[in-house]
């Protein structure tokens, strides 16, 4: 079993930036993705950057590109989410979430067995 605790959100003008972490502990051995997902009230939870256990492949969404950046710590099993120019419409809960994955780079939250609590960021 994998837990997930993720931290650093709040509120924040628009234009500001934030650094998400999660934090991962128990059997990492059993994952090689996590990824950042994000739900708006309302909506549906949709997939916002994965990063594969090596660190080096990454992806971020489309709708966050050049904005939006995912990296890792492997010795402190820390994944972090640099978020920046932040927009209204960034506000949301922003869940960790992991997984063993055939395919590193999908964004279905279906694929991923493992979550954190989420952590909340206000854009206004």
């Known amino acids: 079993h994998v837990q997930l605790v993720e931290s650093g959100g709040g509120s924040v003008q628009a234009g500001g930036a934030l650094r998400l972490s999660c934090r991962a502990s128990?059997?990492?051995?059993?994952?090689?993705?996590m990824a950042w997902f994000h739900q708006a009230p309302g909506k549906e939870r949709e997939g916002v950057a994965p990063i594969f256990r090596d660190g080096f492949d990454t992806y971020v969404a489309d709708s966050v590109q050049g904005r939006f950046t995912v990296s890792q710590d492997k010795v402190k099993r820390m994944v972090y989410l640099q978020l920046g120019s932040l927009k209204p419409e960034d506000t949301a809960m922003y869940y960790c979430a992991a997984g063993w994955l055939s395919d590193w780079m999908t964004l279905s939250p279906e694929r991923y067995t493992y979550w954190g609590q989420g952590t909340q960021v206000t854009v206004s």
């Open positions: 128990g059997n990492t051995d059993s994952i090689n993705t």
